[in-house]
């Protein structure tokens, strides 16, 4: 089973940053983040007219005798929020070391990410696997096993909790529609964070004649010859992808970011802060 070895050193060095936050209110637990109900916070939210069983302490009696209407008011409450970090642990995110390795530091990158947001953290894998709690960064290395047939993605249905703030993490390599799989994601969602990973080659590979291909997931062979024209086609094949996946996040209120494998972590985090998907902590 390929497992990644992160250099948590590294990762650290590069990770002073958090999730960002949807510029609107999310509900959640109690906590440090101000959410869109209402509760005991100190923060003045709205009015609403008094019904048997309010706490009379809510009511403003002054805005009582100015016009003899009972009203009450609302606090906004403090919450922290849900976030659901899903991750592709489909043989196709281990093709090469380098990849893994990769794979491993991006996690790693955003378990911190997410551990500084002060937040309820599950690492979601499968429908099959219950949702693991991350509580500290290094929990990623106990589901980072790059061997399952599928991607999680092509379920139909992932344990998503309502309002959640969703991190998905994949080389979205398998056949999808874009609008319909994003959209999936979103669904019910407070914000959808899309990273797609691949390799400098599955995005721009190279003329190399002929070629017999395996396919990570089923094992599948074709033979073939790699020449300009096929490149030229993947080419495209991979630009319309990738572009379809911007798209598509971009019409769900989503947040893209694309890495590429052997990018420096540091990098890595620049890219995601300026895709505005970290913030400064």
Not at 75 to 94: G, H, K, Q, T, W
Request: charged content about 25%; aromatic content about 6%; overall charge neutral.
């Amino acid at each position: 089973m390929p497992t990644s070895s992160i250099d948590w050193p590294a990762v650290r060095a590069a990770a002073p940053f958090r999730l960002a936050m949807p510029r609107t209110p999310i509900g959640g637990r109690v906590g440090e983040r101000l959410g869109s109900g209402t509760g005991s916070s100190l923060e003045f939210q709205d009015y609403r007219p008094y019904a048997p069983g309010d706490d009379l302490r809510h009511v403003d009696w002054a805005a009582y005798a100015r016009s003899e209407l009972l009203a009450v008011r609302l606090y906004r409450e403090e919450v922290a929020p849900r976030i659901d970090l899903v991750l592709d642990i489909s043989r196709s995110m281990a093709v090469t070391e380098q990849k893994l390795r990769a794979y491993g530091e991006l996690s790693g990158l955003l378990a911190c990410a997410c551990t500084s947001t002060v937040a309820d953290t599950r690492i979601i894998t499968t429908s099959a696997v219950q949702p693991q709690p991350l509580h500290v960064p290094e929990d990623i290395e106990r589901v980072l096993v790059c061997d399952a047939g599928l991607s999680a993605l092509e379920e139909v249905h992932l344990p998503f909790r309502r309002r959640s703030l969703r991190v998905v993490v994949s080389d979205f390599l398998f056949p999808h529609d874009a609008d319909v799989l994003v959209s999936r994601l979103a669904r019910d969602s407070a914000l959808l964070t899309i990273v797609q990973l691949t390799l400098r080659e599955e995005a721009e590979p190279v003329v190399e004649g002929a070629r017999r291909l395996v396919d990570v997931e089923d094992r599948g062979e074709l033979d073939m010859v790699i020449d300009e024209g096929a490149i030229r086609d993947y080419r495209a094949r991979f630009s319309r992808l990738r572009l379809g996946l911007s798209r598509a996040a971009r019409r769900a209120g989503a947040r893209f970011a694309h890495v590429v494998a052997g990018t420096p972590i540091r990098s890595v985090a620049r890219e995601l802060a300026a895709a505005g998907i970290l913030e400064s902590c």
